[in-house]
Antibody
Framework: EVQLVESGGGLFLPGGSPRLSCAAS????????VGWVRQAPGKGLEWVSV???????YYADSVKGRFTISSDIRSNTVYLQMDSLRVEDTAVYYC????????????WGRGILVAVSS | QAGLTQPPSVSKGLRETATLTCTGD????????AAWLQQHQGHPPKLISY???SRPSGIPERFSASRSRDTASLIITGLQPEDEADYYC???????????FGGGTKLTVL
């Protein structure tokens, strides 16, 4: 059974640099696409970033140059390093796995809140 | 990045049929179709239809999907109270090299 468990969220100051973790089980992160999708309070879903196990990375324009996605094969964990946080980054961040072709987000974690406020 | 277009809300009666739409262009929906996600309040999204119209295990047959040119549709027959939720479409946009989502449709079952 696929499971994705996020951690690392909380309340941060603008300009902060938290790192989110997504512990995966039931599959190996090195063999598929895993990414992050966020949802601001009361808003819709917004794609953030995706990592393919082979190393290719993708970023939304809104986070490009500030966020970095990576993985650790030994712990089967995907990370999202968030630098230069802005108030508008406040959202629940979901870790999500994509199906083999890399198009559809087919498994989701429960999400973790990142709140940015001074 | 531009998103896909969904109506903000749809209301239908119990046991009726609801058709939710998602409009994009030939770089996303028109080229590779769209997947559909269901999200109940306070819960993470759940995939209910792949872009190739197949359903994940455990999703009732009442949920089906189709596409006509740049518009994808999710059809829910025999509406049940538990179908009341937010529904999102998602697609890969080859022009943007990005995943895009619709703004979501809030389905109310009367």
């Amino acid at each position: 059974e696929v499971q994705l468990v996020e951690s690392g969220g909380g309340l941060f100051l603008p300009g902060g640099s938290p790192r989110l973790s997504c512990a995966a089980s039931g599959f190996t992160v090195s063999s598929t696409y895993v990414g992050w999708v966020r949802q601001a309070p009361g808003k819709g879903l917004e794609w953030v970033s995706v990592l393919h196990g082979g190393g290719q990375t993708y970023y939304a324009d809104s986070v490009k140059g500030r966020f970095t996605i990576s993985s650790d094969i030994r712990s089967n964990t995907v990370y999202l390093q968030m630098d230069s946080l802005r108030v508008e980054d406040t959202a629940v961040y979901y870790c999500a796995k994509l199906e083999n072709s890399g198009y559809d987000f087919d498994s989701w974690g429960r999400g973790i809140l990142v709140a940015v406020s001074s | 990045q531009a998103g896909l277009t969904q109506p903000p809300s749809v209301s239908k009666g119990l046991r009726e049929t609801a058709t939710l739409t998602c409009t994009g262009d030939n770089n996303n929906v028109g080229g590779r179709g769209a997947a559909w996600l269901q999200q109940h309040q306070g819960h993470p999204p759940k995939l209910i239809s792949y872009r190739n119209y197949s359903r994940p295990s455990g999703i009732p047959e009442r949920f089906s999907a189709s596409r006509s040119r740049d518009t994808a549709s999710l059809i829910i027959t025999g509406l049940q109270p538990e179908d009341e939720a937010d529904y999102y479409c998602s697609a890969w946009d080859v022009g943007l090299s990005a995943w895009v989502f619709g703004g979501g449709t809030k389905l109310t079952v009367l």
